[in-house]
T-cell receptor
Framework: NAGVTQTPKFQVLKTGQSMTLQCAQDMNHNSMYWYRQDPGMGLRLIYYSASEGTTDKGEVPNGYNVSRLNKREFSLRLESAAPSQTSVYFC???????????FGSGTRLTVV | AQKVTQAQTEISVVEKEDVTLDCVYETRDTTYYLFWYKQPPSGELVFLIRRNSFDEQNEISGRYSWNFQKSTSSFNFTITASQVVDSAVYFCALSDVGMKTSYDKVIFGPGTSLSVIP
């Protein structure tokens, strides 16, 4: 029972490079989320997907795009990485409102 | 507006002491859920407990216990006989299902960093 799987765990990018963070869940959850965690800023929602086929912006969507490929997978893309996107990124899923999240193990991204 | 406050930024205790982490929330709705998550030094976020707004019974799980008081909008977390492995950041969170959102909108508190000293 893997839960939520995120890849990669660590990544270093140069400014301007692009990359995609992958996330997959095997719990048949409807909703999926991307958060970033920064010191002193807590957890901030980047994008979410309430259900397969839909995506919406969260608090801090600028510089990111997402794709809900199917019910299992929700990817986050940085088209042109900036040092301000250095952060720890968490993918999460939830079955329905009020159930809370199951988180992936996180991706530590450094943009130099 | 929904808000979760964890006034204790950092707490240090000596091993085997009891420690309580405070959580105060704000919401206008009568139907909501409260959560605690643990983030150990390894970085993952681990779900600890979920509580709905209609169930004010306290809950105990081993050395962990939770005290939910609607009258004071608090959902405090106590660790009894703390251990070094309890060292982590603990997040309190609120899911306001009364709101007409299509997704599980979870509001996280800023977290309390607990250090248990051997």
């Amino acid at each position: 029972n893997a839960g939520v799987t995120q890849t990669p765990k660590f990544q270093v990018l140069k400014t301007g490079q692009s990359m995609t963070l992958q996330c997959a869940q095997d719990m048949n959850h409807n909703s999926m989320y991307w958060y970033r965690q920064d010191p002193g800023m807590g957890l901030r929602l980047i994008y979410y997907s309430a259900s397969e086929g839909t995506t919406d912006k969260g608090e801090v969507p600028n510089g990111y795009n997402v794709s809900r490929l199917n019910k299992r997978e929700f990817s986050l893309r940085l088209e042109s990485a900036a040092p301000s996107q250095t952060s720890v990124y968490f993918c999460a899923s939830s079955e329905w409102r009020g159930y809370g999240y199951t988180f992936g193990s996180g991706t530590r991204l450094t943009v130099v | 507006a929904q808000k979760v406050t964890q006034a204790q930024t950092e707490i240090s205790v000596v091993e085997k002491e009891d420690v309580t982490l405070d959580c105060v929330y704000e919401t206008r709705d009568t139907t909501y859920y409260l959560f605690w998550y643990k983030q150990p030094p390894s970085g993952e976020l681990v779900f600890l407990i979920r509580r709905n707004s209609f169930d004010e019974q306290n809950e105990i799980s081993g050395r962990y216990s939770w005290n939910f008081q609607k009258s004071t909008s608090s959902f405090n977390f106590t660790i009894t006989a703390s251990q070094v492995v309890d060292s982590a950041v603990y997040f309190c969170a609120l899911s306001d299902v009364g709101m007409k959102t299509s997704y599980d909108k979870v509001i996280f508190g800023p977290g309390t960093s607990l250090s248990v000293i051997p």
